[in-house]
């Protein structure tokens, strides 16, 4: 058998027995110095192979390391990255358990966020005061520290329940090194054994590498969601914008369409993926569908602030023109909306006041063509009112037929909102509407006049008020006076019911044939009475002074209260007729003009007249 060389023997490719044979057989058959030399090969082989084999240990450590640190620099989940890390981290040492925490610097505790191998629930859940046990201590100093022996380990600020959780892992030997990002201590890492045993510098400078490694994955991984979260947010921005961008356009077609609030909710319910609705401020439901939501608590906020209002299960917007409440937007939608969603929707509450302002401002001007039209028709002689069929037709009116004048005073209800409101019902009737000398007057293609007064007295209901009517009807209503007669009954019909005091009634001419006996029964010292309590004070005024405050009464109540041709009538200024009629108020009190109030004066003004013939 060959002798075993040094070479050999170094690189373990001989026993050492074999190593033994050659040094007997050089020390018999050698002097003492070449056994000495032989003896001098055997002890570097020995240091060779140890540092050898330390280094194949270290550079097997070192390959997994950097494969950890490779394979964790590849994860882009902050939680899973961190259940890497100490899974790795068990590997790498061959411990019993790992475990990772985190500092709170509001609390100044490091809580356990994550562990691989423990037992109990206590544990993954402990929360240590930074400076208490080991792992506060580390996360406290930011340096390493280990124990062979935890329980017995003075070194520690020991804490009655930490303890406990400590037994309860049969936790003996513990390993712990920071975690640290740019200076600053975010954490701990810990390596543990069930058994008492001591930690070898090499562990200790592995598990110190891992740690390094394993913080830059950790803020890798970090900056890799917030740019996630950064793209997803701007994704969504962009979404946004491009249904904000659809939505503005869709609203703008449909204001220049000429669409109404009922496009709008529709358009909103789908750029908006709910279901939108429009409420007028009374209540009333103006377009889309009861949401069932409890919303009307919240409109005077949004009314204030003319932003939306978060309500349970939507939204509130109030549709504003300036001060002024026109409507209300109320989107009922599963998900919360988002800012560029929620201007959307003020948006949409801008267009609703847009649309409601169009069509209040085409109300206003057909109001207004209607009125004026309708005031030509019963002042205009015949001659004129023949050339009038022409504006009649062009306002989609129909008077050719028969028709019903129907002449109504108002109580409990704004005049003008009432002259709107028949303005409205004439145009459903092909008709016309509006006020006439101190009345809302009605002229529609019709035959049963108490019909009409009727529908006239229902909307002024609906507006909370009641109206006197006084109706009557006649045949081609263009031709000749028949308009101008038909409107004088109507309103010789709406003064004797006032006069009656039968507010709220409809009548004709002919139902009024009980109003010749309201003077009849009276006599001459009662109409006397009468006359003095209503014109007594300009009468005696124009017998002392010689003027002709009664004369100009008269006359202004025979021109229909028009200024200019109760002038003409006198040969006076208007402004003597003017100053005339303030004295009569001063006389007769600041509502002498009132309609009721009116008809008193002029059957007073009759009576005395009568009494002087």
């Not at 409990?412 to 009432?418: L, N």
Request: hydrophobic share 45%; net charge negative.
């Amino acid at each position: 058998m060959p002798v075993p060389s040094f070479l050999d023997l170094l690189y373990d490719e001989a026993p050492l027995s074999a190593f033994d044979e050659r040094l007997a057989q050089a020390e018999r058959e050698l002097d003492e110095q070449a056994a000495a030399v032989v003896r001098g090969e055997y002890d570097v082989a020995l240091r060779l192979r140890d540092l050898i084999a330390r280094m194949r240990s270290r550079e097997a450590e070192l390959s997994a390391l950097y494969e950890t640190a490779s394979d964790l620099t590849a994860i882009r989940d902050v939680d899973t990255i961190l259940a890497a890390i100490v899974r790795r981290a068990r590997q790498l040492l061959h411990c019993d358990m790992t475990y990772l925490s985190l500092n709170d610097v509001g609390d100044g505790a490091s809580y356990m966020k994550v562990t691989d191998g423990a037992l109990t629930r206590e544990f993954q859940n402990l929360r240590l005061p930074l400076g208490t046990g080991l792992l506060g201590l580390v996360a406290q100093t930011g340096a390493a520290y280990f124990t062979e022996d935890y329980a017995s380990d003075e070194r520690f600020v020991h804490k009655g329940y930490i303890d406990e959780a400590v037994a309860g892992e049969q936790i003996r030997a513990i390993l712990g090194v920071p975690l640290v990002l740019d200076g600053v201590v975010i954490g701990a890492l810990l390596a543990v054994h069930r058994s008492v045993r001591r930690f070898p510098q090499s562990e200790v400078s592995l598990l110190t590498s891992f740690a390094a490694h394993a913080v830059v994955a950790l803020e890798n991984a970090r900056l890799f969601a917030e740019l996630d979260e950064a793209n997803r947010s701007l994704t969504r921005h962009t979404e946004a914008v491009d249904a904000a961008a659809l939505a503005h356009d869709r609203l703008t077609d449909l204001l220049l369409g000429g669409g109404g609030v009922a496009e709008v909710a529709e358009v909103l319910s789908t750029v908006l993926d709910g279901s939108a609705s429009v409420w007028a401020p009374s209540g009333d439901l103006l377009a889309g569908e009861d949401p069932g939501l409890d919303w009307t608590g919240v409109v005077p906020a949004s009314v204030a602030s003319g932003r939306s209002v978060v309500v349970d299960g939507g939204l509130v917007a109030a549709a504003l023109a300036g001060t002024e409440h026109l409507a209300t937007l109320v989107l009922r939608r599963d998900e919360p909306l988002d800012l560029a969603g929620r201007r959307t929707l003020e948006r949409g509450a801008l267009v609703t006041a847009l649309v409601l302002l169009f069509a209040r401002s085409v109300t206003d001007a057909e109001e207004r063509l209607g009125g004026q039209l309708l005031v030509d028709l019963l002042e205009a002689d015949a001659g004129s009112r023949e050339r009038l069929r022409d504006r009649v037709r062009r306002h989609s009116a129909s008077l050719d037929g028969p028709v019903v004048v129907a002449a109504a005073s108002i109580d409990g209800a704004d005049r003008h909102r009432a002259s709107r409101a028949a303005v409205a019902l004439a145009r459903r009737m092909s008709g016309l509407a509006g006020e006439h000398r101190g009345a809302v007057v009605l002229v529609v293609p019709n035959e049963d006049a108490h019909r009409v007064g009727a529908e006239l007295q229902a909307v002024v209901q609906g507006l909370g008020g009641t109206a006197t009517v006084g109706v009557a009807a006649t045949s081609d209503a263009l031709h000749g006076d028949r308009l101008v007669a038909a409107h004088g009954e109507a309103r010789r019909c709406l003064d004797t019911l006032v006069r009656l005091g039968r507010r709220g009634e409809v009548s004709d001419p002919a139902g009024l044939g009980v109003a010749r006996l309201l003077l009849g029964d009276n006599d001459p010292e009662h109409v006397s009475a009468f006359v003095e309590a209503m014109v007594g004070p300009a009468r005696e005024w124009d017998a002392r002074r010689g003027t002709g405050l009664v004369d100009t009464l008269e006359a202004w109540f025979a021109t229909g209260g028009h200024l200019k041709d109760t002038a003409a009538a006198l040969h006076l200024h208007p402004n003597t007729v003017t100053q005339r009629l303030d004295r009569v108020g001063e006389l007769l009190g600041v509502g002498w003009r009132d309609p009721a109030r009116a008809l008193d004066l002029q059957l007073a003004l009759r009576l005395a007249r009568l009494q002087d013939v």
